[in-house]
């Protein structure tokens, strides 16, 4: 049995649905609550589903378990109830961690490309554990995110006792389907695509710094499909262990995105910049692109989707059907 935490969510449903393709037997632990997230799971069932709240329970029954991925997070970048993010991201990825070196159990886990804070160069994004401790998040999803990989790694130095496989992959920007109920978190994928739908040009954020132009902010956008993957090459390879970056490899800027989604849904060009929220100006990371050294190293050889394909993909393969869902 594998276990997914976070499960029904984005990309935790993604893999839940490669998994269930390879007849995969899963254990998805997450909330569906009363919206539409249940859809997420609709084609692809797992054998079964908890709440997050019975998992420590379920673990003291000994289950026999192949590997966990840990995708569950409060992934919010403005989330401010720093008690229940430590609970959520820090503690629970603990008690997970040390159970699976208890009990011989693989563990792959989500880490994120927020715990490089406003890092602006391509050679600022090493994910080499040597210039961990030299990270500075800009926001408390980011820092709890930082702050287990510190946890891993300080393990690691200790000699403690470790999960036979141990990995954790720093997510940059992932969109792609199964992403409709994070909200405010969706991708601006989604976001813009909705705008040029409804007859309105596509809106970005003006840029909040004098040496970045409006729409030049740049980003690491990788199509889902990818991320699951990676995941999936991890647990076939499971002498492979290390702490790995999981974008594309390539900055685009949100220009470009927002030119990908419009030729992508057949509508005219049209952008306007609007002025950035109040609320992100500070913790807004104006650049990202995974430095992807380590995981080519680690023998990971597949292509990463572009960005014009990949937005092609979700734009006329999803979104434009009646049923948007994996």
Same mark, same amino acid.
């Given at each position: &049995?594998?276990?997914?935490?976070?499960?029904?969510?984005?990309?935790? %449903?993604?893999?839940?649905?490669?998994?269930?393709?390879?007849?995969?037997?899963?254990?998805?632990?997450? #909330?569906?609550?009363?919206?539409?997230? #249940?859809?997420?799971?609709?084609?692809?069932?797992?054998?079964? !589903?908890?709440? /997050?709240?019975?998992?420590?329970?379920?673990?003291?029954?000994?289950?026999?378990?192949?590997?966990?991925?840990?995708?569950?997070?409060? %992934?919010?970048?403005?989330?401010?109830?720093?008690?229940?993010?430590?609970?959520?991201?820090?503690?629970?990825?603990?008690?997970? #961690?040390?159970?699976?070196?208890?009990?011989?159990?693989?563990?792959?886990?989500?880490? $994120?490309? =927020?715990?490089?804070?406003?890092?602006?160069?391509?050679?600022?994004? %090493?994910?080499? /554990?040597?210039? !961990?401790?030299?990270?500075?998040?800009?926001?408390?999803?980011?820092?709890?995110?930082?702050?287990?990989?510190?946890?891993? &790694?300080?393990? !690691?130095?200790?000699?403690?006792?470790?999960?036979?496989?141990?990995?954790?992959?720093?997510?940059?920007?992932?969109?792609?389907?199964?992403?409709?109920?994070?909200?405010?978190?969706? $991708?601006?994928?989604?976001?813009?695509?909705?705008?040029? &739908?409804?007859?309105?040009?596509?809106?970005?954020?003006?840029?909040?710094? /004098?040496?970045?132009?409006?729409?030049?902010?740049?980003?690491?956008?990788?199509?889902?499909?990818?991320?699951?993957?990676? &995941?999936?090459?991890?647990?076939?390879?499971?002498?492979?262990?290390?702490?790995?970056?999981?974008?594309?490899?390539?900055?685009?800027?949100?220009?470009?995105?927002?030119?990908?989604?419009?030729? =992508?849904?057949?509508?005219?060009?049209?952008?306007?910049?609007?002025?950035?929220?109040? $609320?992100?100006?500070?913790?807004?990371?104006?650049?990202?692109?995974?430095? !992807?050294?380590?995981?080519?190293?680690?023998?990971y050889t597949e292509a990463f989707t572009p960005l014009e394909e990949g937005i092609r993909r979700y734009v006329q393969d999803?979104?434009?059907?009646?049923? /948007?869902?994996?």
């Amino acid at each position: &049995m594998i276990i997914i935490t976070g499960g029904a969510g984005f990309i935790g %449903s993604c893999l839940q649905a490669a998994l269930a393709k390879r007849g995969q037997d899963t254990l998805v632990v997450d #909330w569906l609550g009363s919206d539409l997230k #249940w859809r997420n799971l609709a084609r692809h069932a797992p054998a079964r !589903l908890i709440p /997050p709240e019975e998992l420590d329970a379920f673990l003291e029954t000994n289950p026999k378990v192949d590997a966990v991925f840990h995708m569950g997070a409060i %992934s919010e970048t403005t989330a401010r109830d720093a008690d229940l993010v430590w609970r959520t991201n820090i503690a629970l990825s603990r008690r997970l #961690w040390h159970w699976c070196a208890r009990n011989n159990t693989r563990f792959i886990y989500a880490s $994120s490309a =927020a715990t490089y804070g406003a890092a602006d160069r391509p050679e600022l994004f %090493s994910d080499d /554990p040597a210039k !961990l401790n030299t990270l500075e998040p800009l926001n408390l999803y980011g820092w709890s995110k930082h702050v287990f990989d510190q946890h891993v &790694m300080k393990a !690691l130095k200790q000699r403690a006792p470790r999960p036979p496989q141990w990995a954790g992959l720093k997510f940059f920007n992932v969109y792609g389907p199964n992403e409709y109920h994070k909200g405010k978190m969706i $991708s601006v994928v989604k976001v813009k695509y909705d705008e040029v &739908m409804a007859g309105n040009p596509a809106r970005l954020f003006r840029s909040d710094r /004098p040496d970045i132009a409006n729409g030049a902010q740049a980003r690491d956008f990788i199509w889902v499909e990818d991320v699951v993957k990676v &995941m999936l090459w991890l647990y076939d390879n499971p002498a492979v262990c290390g702490l790995f970056n999981c974008g594309s490899g390539t900055a685009r800027t949100y220009l470009d995105l927002a030119h990908a989604v419009c030729d =992508a849904a057949g509508v005219a060009r049209k952008v306007e910049f609007i002025d950035m929220p109040e $609320s992100l100006r500070g913790q807004y990371q104006s650049y990202t692109q995974a430095d !992807l050294t380590r995981l080519r190293a680690a023998g990971y050889t597949e292509a990463f989707t572009p960005l014009e394909e990949g937005i092609r993909r979700y734009v006329q393969d999803y979104l434009a059907t009646g049923n /948007p869902y994996l």
